[in-house]
Structure formats: C-alpha cells, structure tokens
C-alpha cells in the first residue's frame, strides 16, 4: 500500500460519537456542537444505503476521556453494515486496538499513542499489515494530541516517517479548518502528501465537490466528509462518481 499504488481513492462520511449521538463539533471543541443527530447506527446504514463504500467512525468521547466509550455502538454498526469501517477515537492502547481488529473494525486509526509510543504502534502495524492509521491532525503544522488538546513539535509528514517502512495509512486532518464548512487548504494537503511514501487519507473543512476534487489531484486516496454533508452544503450523492472502482 505504500505511495498510495493499488489504494484507490474513497468518499467516506464521518459518523462522530458523542452521548451515543452523532454529532459534529467545531474546530474539534468538545462544547461546540454544531450538529447532533440521535441513532448512530441509523446513520451509519444511511449512508451505506446512499452509497459509501467506508466509513469514518469517531469516538469523540473517547478522544478526550482517553478511553473507548461507544464500543458497544461501533461494533453494532460493525454488525448491520457491510462495508469497511475505520474507527479512532480513544485508542490510547495496543489492546484495545486489537480487539477492535479481531473484532472486524478493518482500520484503527491511531493518533497519541502512535507520537507518544512509536515502537509500540510500528509492532501492531507489523503484526496487522493495512490495518493500522495513523492520525497526524494539525493545528498550525504541529501535531496536536489528546482529543487535539496538546501540541506536539513535530510536523504531521516528521510523525508520518516514522511509519514509512510499514504498511499502514495515514489520516492528515487540518484543525485549523475542521467544522467550520470553510473549505479546505489545499497546499497543506500537497505537503503532506507529497512529504510522505504512505497513502493519505484527509479530513477537515471538505464543504464542496471542487474541494474533493483538488483533494483527489493532490494524490490522497480519500476524503473524509463531516459537516458539509449534515449540513446539507454537499450530497454524498453529488461526489461519489469521484471514487474510482
């Protein structure tokens, strides 16, 4: 999977747990909810009946608690849809990433202890080949941590290369425009891509198709859509034909 060859390129709607609500926040601030919707298993099928082929499941409780919350609603969701599921939010150990691995999750994405235990993180990506991303969210092009709570001084392309022997993923979201439905910045998206062998998957700001498109041209081999898509500022419907088969 390495450079992103044979990864073709994904639309993949957020599903962001919070309450046992789906929810969307702005700028990641746990107090500032900007969408919330009861059922997230209703969800999730919603958006397998409409067409995504993976979707992006986020524990946001987890995130800032440090600790799985919604366990028991990612793997009914795990249960009822029929598609890839990537899942992060919380995963502060190797255990609870290999329970949701042989629990059927096909991606778990990792982002604090992927900075703060590498080693630990590289022996679980070596021993799940594909099922492993790391997630290097940036505010203001330093790593952020902890439910995006504390910065870190490495780039997210420095945490990147830290994994770029091995066959895992990685998830570039930018902070400084995730929630806000503003668009995107798409020479940050370049650098990381461009920065690193490993295939990048990118979330943060995607409010309209030429969004998604300049994503795609930048190399990624996914897109994450949040907020434009509760809002109702983009239909899933309307970005599909972007994937390729």
């Given at each position: 999977?390495?450079?992103?060859g044979?990864?073709?390129?994904?639309?993949?709607?957020?599903?962001?747990?919070?309450?046992?609500?789906?929810?969307?926040?702005?700028?990641?601030?746990?107090?500032?909810?900007?969408v919330?919707?009861?059922?997230p298993?209703?969800?999730?099928?919603?958006?397998?009946?409409r067409?995504?082929?993976?979707?992006?499941?986020?524990?946001?409780?987890?995130?800032?608690?440090?600790?799985?919350?919604?366990?028991?609603?990612?793997?009914?969701?795990?249960?009822?849809?029929?598609?890839?599921?990537?899942?992060?939010g919380?995963?502060?150990?190797?255990?609870?990433?290999?329970r949701?691995?042989?629990?059927?999750?096909?991606?778990?994405?990792?982002?604090?202890?992927a900075?703060?235990?590498?080693?630990?993180?590289?022996?679980?990506?070596e021993?799940?080949?594909?099922?492993?991303?790391?997630?290097?969210?940036?505010?203001?092009?330093r790593?952020?941590?902890?439910g995006w709570?504390?910065?870190?001084?490495?780039?997210?392309?420095?945490?990147?290369?830290?994994?770029?022997?091995?066959?895992?993923s990685?998830?570039?979201?930018?902070?400084?425009?995730?929630?806000?439905?503003?668009g995107?910045?798409v020479?940050k998206?370049?650098?990381?891509?461009?920065?690193?062998?490993?295939?990048?998957?990118?979330?943060?700001?995607?409010?309209?198709?030429?969004?998604?498109?300049?994503?795609?041209?930048?190399?990624?081999v996914?897109?994450v859509?949040?907020?434009?898509?509760?809002?109702g500022?983009?239909?899933?419907?309307?970005?599909?034909?972007?994937e390729?088969?």
């Open positions: 999977m390495r450079g992103g044979g990864t073709l390129f994904r639309v993949i709607p957020a599903v962001d747990l919070k309450g046992g609500r789906v929810v969307r926040l702005r700028q990641g601030r746990e107090n500032e909810v900007t919330s919707v009861d059922n298993v209703e969800v999730a099928e919603g958006w397998v009946r067409g995504a082929r993976v979707l992006h499941v986020i524990d946001l409780d987890g995130a800032f608690e440090g600790k799985l919350r919604h366990e028991d609603v990612i793997l009914e969701i795990r249960r009822r849809v029929d598609v890839e599921i990537q899942v992060g919380g995963i502060r150990s190797v255990e609870i990433a290999e949701l691995i042989e629990r059927g999750i096909d991606r778990v994405i990792i982002g604090t202890l900075v703060r235990d590498v080693d630990a993180v590289r022996e679980l990506a021993r799940y080949p594909g099922r492993v991303m790391v997630a290097v969210d940036s505010r203001k092009d790593v952020v941590v902890e709570k504390r910065a870190t001084e490495m780039s997210p392309v420095e945490v990147a290369k830290l994994y770029e022997d091995l066959e895992v990685v998830l570039y979201t930018n902070v400084d425009v995730e929630g806000l439905v503003s995107i910045a020479e998206i370049r650098e990381v891509v461009k920065g690193t062998s490993l295939p990048v998957y990118v979330a943060g700001g995607v409010t309209t198709r030429e969004d998604v498109e300049r994503i795609k041209d930048t190399g990624a996914g897109v859509i949040g907020s434009a898509l509760y809002m500022k983009l239909r899933l419907e309307d970005v599909l034909d972007l390729e088969d």
